[in-house]
């Protein structure tokens, strides 16, 4: 079971990494760690800042990452109704 929950896990976490851009005009780095709840189905239930980056713009950039990924369905064998991840994004200046 956690193979399998590690492995849609990181799945999850490409999409989001994907979707994500550094906001425009800003020259902040930091990490936003992000509570993500995906249902078994694959949709988005719920995105919240679980610590911020201390940068309002990059918290913003990384929820509206999650926000515009799609998801897969989770992997046969694993049957609760949603799952919750703890997922890091790290914006570096360029």
Same mark, same amino acid.
């Given at each position: 079971?956690?193979?399998? =929950?590690?492995?849609?896990?990181?799945?999850?976490?490409?999409?989001?990494?994907?979707?994500?851009?550094?906001?425009?005009?800003?020259?902040?780095?930091?990490?936003? /760690?992000?509570?993500?709840? /995906?249902?078994?189905?694959?949709? =988005?239930? =719920?995105?919240?800042?679980?610590?911020?980056?201390?940068?309002? $713009? =990059? $918290? #913003?950039?990384?929820?509206?990452?999650?926000?515009?990924? #799609? &998801?897969?369905?989770?992997?046969?064998?694993?049957?609760?109704?949603? &799952?919750?991840?703890?997922?890091?994004?790290?914006?570096?200046?360029?």
């Amino acid at each position: 079971r956690q193979s399998l =929950l590690a492995q849609w896990g990181a799945t999850i976490r490409t999409r989001v990494e994907k979707r994500k851009s550094s906001p425009r005009g800003t020259r902040a780095s930091g990490t936003t /760690v992000l509570r993500v709840t /995906v249902s078994r189905s694959g949709a =988005l239930v =719920l995105v919240a800042v679980a610590k911020s980056s201390g940068h309002p $713009d =990059l $918290d #913003r950039a990384a929820v509206k990452a999650v926000r515009k990924a #799609r &998801y897969p369905a989770a992997p046969k064998g694993l049957e609760a109704g949603e &799952y919750h991840f703890n997922l890091p994004l790290a914006f570096r200046r360029g």
